[in-house]
């Protein structure tokens, strides 16, 4: 539905707006119909028009924007690039936004090797800070050009380094956070781990504000190779024979026949169209001679299973490598306008089985369906294609649905790094039994009585 330009310039007057203006600089509330809609979605789902908009400079904002909403009784929704993939930071009801894009501080210790960065701090702001003194920040979603610390956080994002590096929580040592009852912690990683409660908890426990995150030195050599296989069970089988032989590549990247023929059809990489599954594989580390023997595993692992080896000889061939697995998004978005992107993780071991069961799901849908991600964590993001001006929503819901049921019947769980969101809450009851179901609700209940933070989030 589309608003009227008289629509569009209504201010919302309510006792929140009226309160949060006489506490914050008119800058930072946004309070007009046309503001406030750009605020209502993220990158998958369309949620409620916010009842108001808070652009937070610091964490005493912060602590104002949530006391208002809480004496109004009005639920909470952190934000940060909106690039999440579960409608995390879509509204469900009329709610408070607190968009972080105005909290970029950030502060290098390089002797600690650490960083300080607020809540707003783009991903690759890090890496981009910490390069100048030799340092590296790991955590590598493939949105990092956008997405926020906050975001990576509250998602516990992973990205093609997570197998060997880890994901995002891995690199916190501390984090700031404001509750929902406006009061500031200083949370650390000592017992009962509070910070770690808070990752991955999709803003539905507290609002980050800031965070301390651990800095590593660069590996001085990468080696980069792509395989490809007839049979996707060949590729996974590779995988698992590699890792037991004892490499640990730092980036492992699988993508299925339809998803090669897609980037393949977008870009002209001379990729390998009649392959049924494509590994890209970097391994790493300072010492050279062990970086070309984890490569020469990697490589037996993969002739050994019936695949084909290319490697890359410069680092201009392995960017361009690499710009196939970056190019899928744009790639995907040529099929149809919108994508269901999943994000089931299963064992390795399962993998063959569970990307054919998908397939199978796939071809009796309506939807072209492709298949990619981390397979080195099992990490697998069937993404189903769409257009949401003629499909019908409950019924890519339901495919999605039975996706999800196809990884946890193989003893997976049904959010790799994307979280759970609006998308999968109604899934959890599938995946999770209910007296552990209840442990969450206590956990819920004891930080956000009220249930103002991200309502309708994660819990079903
Ligand atoms: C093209 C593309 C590629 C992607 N690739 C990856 C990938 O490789 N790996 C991966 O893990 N994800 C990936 N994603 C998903 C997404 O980018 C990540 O989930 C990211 O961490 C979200 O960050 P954001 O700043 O956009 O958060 P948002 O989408 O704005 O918010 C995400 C969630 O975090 C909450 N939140 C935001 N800020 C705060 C805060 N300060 N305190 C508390 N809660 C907060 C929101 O309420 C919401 O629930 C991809 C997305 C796209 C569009």
């Known amino acids: 539905m589309r608003d009227s330009g008289k629509r569009a310039n209504t201010t919302a007057h309510s006792p929140l707006t009226t309160d949060l203006l006489r506490r914050l600089a008119p800058r ?22 916010p009842l108001a908009v808070v652009l937070p400079e610091s964490t005493a904002d912060v602590v104002v924007a949530v006391k208002a909403a809480r004496a109004a009784g009005v639920p909470i929704v952190g934000r940060g690039a909106a690039s999440g993939l579960s409608g995390g930071a879509a509204p469900l009801r009329e709610s408070l936004v607190i968009s972080f ?16 960065a607020q809540a707003g701090v783009v991903t690759l702001a890090v890496s981009d800070a910490a390069r100048p003194h030799g340092l590296i920040y790991p955590p590598d979603p493939a949105s990092f050009r956008t997405s926020t610390i ?55 426990l507290g609002l980050m504000t800031e965070a301390a995150l651990r800095l590593l030195p660069p590996p001085r ?12 069970g060949a590729c ?22 339809a998803c090669t023929n897609a980037v393949e059809d977008y870009l002209v990489l001379g990729l390998p169209r009649g392959a049924e599954a494509v590994l890209l594989v970097d391994t790493d580390g300072d010492d050279l001679e062990t970086v070309e023997e984890e490569r020469a595993l990697v490589e037996q692992a993969c002739v050994a299973a019936g695949g084909t ?39 390795r071991s399962a993998l063959p089985e569970v990307v054919r069961e998908i397939r199978v799901l796939g071809d009796a849908s309506p939807f072209p369906v492709v298949q990619f991600g981390h397979i080195g964590d099992g990490n697998l993001h069937p993404n189903i294609l769409f257009d949401p001006r003629q499909d019908d929503a409950e019924a890519v819901h339901h495919l999605a649905h039975q996706i999800a049921l196809v990884a946890l019947r193989h003893g997976g769980v049904l959010s790799g790094e994307h979280g759970i969101g609006s998308m999968k809450r109604d899934f959890m009851t599938d995946a999770l039994d209910p007296v552990t179901l209840d442990v969450l609700r206590d956990v819920k209940r004891t930080l956000d009585p009220a249930d103002l933070l991200n309502p309708g989030k994660v819990l079903p």
């Open 150 to 204: 906050g975001g990576n956080l509250a998602e516990n994002a992973g990205g093609p380094m997570c197998f060997k590096y880890g994901v995002s929580g891995d690199y916190v040592k501390g984090l700031e956070v404001v509750d929902a009852h406006g009061e500031v912690h200083t949370l650390t990683r000592d017992a009962y781990d509070l910070a770690g409660l808070l990752i991955g908890s999709e803003g539905t």
């Open 101 to 116: 894009t105005r909290m970029t501080g950030l502060r290098l210790d390089p002797v600690r090797r650490e960083a300080h």
């Open 28 to 49: 930072q509330v946004l309070t007009s119909l046309a503001e406030r809609r750009n605020y209502r979605y993220d990158a998958i789902q369309f949620g409620e028009t």
């Open 309 to 347: 080896v290319r490697r890359a000889g410069t680092d201009a061939e392995a960017a361009a490598l690499w710009q196939a697995r970056r190019s899928v998004s744009p790639a995907l978005g040529r099929i149809r306008p919108q994508r269901m992107n999943e994000d089931i993780a299963v064992p």
């Open 236 to 257: 996974a089988e590779a995988v698992s024979q590699a890792i037991a032989a004892g490499a640990v590549p730092s980036k492992l990247e699988f993508m299925d026949r």
């Open 221 to 232: 050599f990468t080696r980069t190779l792509m395989a490809h296989f007839p049979e996707v």
